[in-house]
């Protein structure tokens, strides 16, 4: 088959309309010596020869089934069951756009609807939306949400400084132009107790994130009375969560969530080099027609068959423009349909176990780490599965012997977002790690911090 089906004569025709004699005539304003220049190009080669250089050139990446690592600050390494591939990779799940036509895409509704069921279990929420494109802009929703149900009268944000820092970075570029001040920030050491006395009465939602981008979880009393605080100013109370941790802690609708969102990542998708990944965002009920995005429901037909239907979608190619909560896109339907078969595929006693060995592989890493001499844990709190170290010399050196002596990726290096931190590594265990890998890297710190 002719890729370009135009004849000869359709050509002549369409070059007599624009008024040239020839397709080289619509080059003239390129330079000669440019127009059709040789390249040179290798003498082609076979499929098999193809792929066998192919290969040989990723052999040459790091990858995570041959090197052990640390490393996390929002992105995290987990165990993801094969019946989630088998899943998504079907023809029907994988090709399918947005269910714009839902008479034809009830499988693809009913996967979002139990998607979001899953999200209002594992939150607390009464409703969630069908995904977003990942948890910074999820936050940035939020933050409008909130600026929304305060009917737009109240213009202030109050985050915690322990808000992941690129989700910070989100929300300022997100809201820029649109007259909403952003603060609590400014001073990282900053308690609850300091951000509480941030908000007023021009707050509109105080965003906090659980466990924090430290990896530390705060007293819920404490987190308790914050919400509190929030909602007797009349603002809402926005917790960013990592939904592994939520297994084994408290769903934050317990201590006073209205919006709960965070990165959906861990629930069975694959790091690959930063995404695509999804934003999950869940709220109470009586917000829902504040919320961004796609949310799906049941119902019956005229008949009583069970149906889904795609029942709120409050963008402005569906509704008035004026009357849109966000020009936000498109769900992220493939990933959030990977979390669904992932919760699904664990079960309730199945996430506790992963958030288990998470949380105790964690514990164990801090403490054999903490006895080395030179070394210290920068917090004394209870944490989920990372904690912050100090170390006897600076974190990128301590990083680059990891992996250029015992071949092993380490943690964060902190001081990249707080200044004064610059001898400071951030580690994240999940259950992917094994014992050996946490003894090796204790191991290798020692040796490091020996070498003068």
């Known amino acids: 088959m002719v890729y370009v089906p135009n004849t000869d004569k359709d050509r002549a025709k369409m070059l007599a309309v624009i008024g040239v004699e020839s397709v080289d005539d619509l080059f003239y304003d390129v330079p000669k010596e440019l127009r059709y220049p040789q390249i040179e190009l290798p003498e082609p080669v076979s499929e098999m020869e193809v792929l066998r250089e192919l290969q040989e050139m990723s052999e040459s990446n790091v990858d995570l089934l041959h090197t052990p690592s640390f490393l996390g600050a929002g992105a995290y390494y987990h165990f993801i069951p094969s019946v989630v591939d088998t899943i998504i990779s079907r023809s029907e799940f994988y090709t399918a756009y947005t269910p714009y036509q839902p008479e034809v895409s009830q499988g693809t509704l009913q996967a979002a609807f139990e998607y979001q069921t899953m999200i209002c279990m594992l939150t607390g929420m009464d409703v969630a939306n069908a995904s977003h494109y990942d948890g910074g802009t999820a936050t940035a929703e939020a933050v409008i949400m909130a600026v929304a149900v305060g009917k737009g009268k109240r213009r202030r944000i109050v985050v915690s400084p322990r808000l992941h820092p690129e989700y910070v970075q989100v929300v300022r570029t997100y809201v820029q132009g649109m007259d909403i001040q952003v603060v609590g920030d400014e001073n990282p050491h900053a308690s609850l107790e300091d951000i509480a006395g941030l908000i007023d009465s021009n707050t509109a939602g105080v965003i906090v994130q659980v466990p924090d981008f430290f990896g530390t979880i705060e007293d819920y009393g404490a987190l308790q009375a914050l919400a509190d605080k929030a909602h007797q100013a009349g603002a809402l109370f926005i917790v960013v969560a990592y939904p592994i941790s939520l297994g084994l802690l408290k769903p934050p609708a317990e201590y006073g969530a209205d919006i709960v969102l965070g990165e959906g990542q861990s629930l069975g998708s694959p790091l690959s080099f930063g995404g695509p990944y999804l934003g999950f965002f869940a709220c109470k009920e009586e917000y829902v027609r504040r919320m961004a995005g796609r949310l799906v429901g049941q119902t ?21 423009r004026e009357k849109a909560t966000s020009n936000i896109c498109t769900n992220q339907g493939l990933n959030a349909l990977a979390a669904a078969v992932y919760m699904s595929a664990l079960g309730k006693q199945g996430l506790r176990k992963v958030a288990e060995l998470c949380y105790h592989k964690a514990h164990y890493a801090a403490r054999r780490i903490a006895e080395i001499p030179g070394y210290r844990l920068l917090s004394d709190k209870p944490f989920f599965n990372e904690f912050v170290v100090r170390c006897p010399k600076p974190a990128t050196e301590i990083n680059r012997y990891l992996y250029e002596e015992w071949g092993i990726v380490g943690g964060f290096e902190v001081g990249k977002v707080c200044p004064g931190l610059e001898d400071s590594l951030m580690f994240a265990v999940t259950e992917m790690n094994t014992r050996d890998e946490i003894d090796a890297l204790v191991e290798a710190l020692r040796e490091v911090a020996s070498n003068g």
Do not use: C, P
């Not at 019956?300 to 008035?320: K, N, P």
């Open 300 to 320: 019956v037909d005229t008949q009583g068959r069970r149906g889904f239907v795609l029942t709120l979608s409050t963008r402005e190619q569906h509704i008035r």
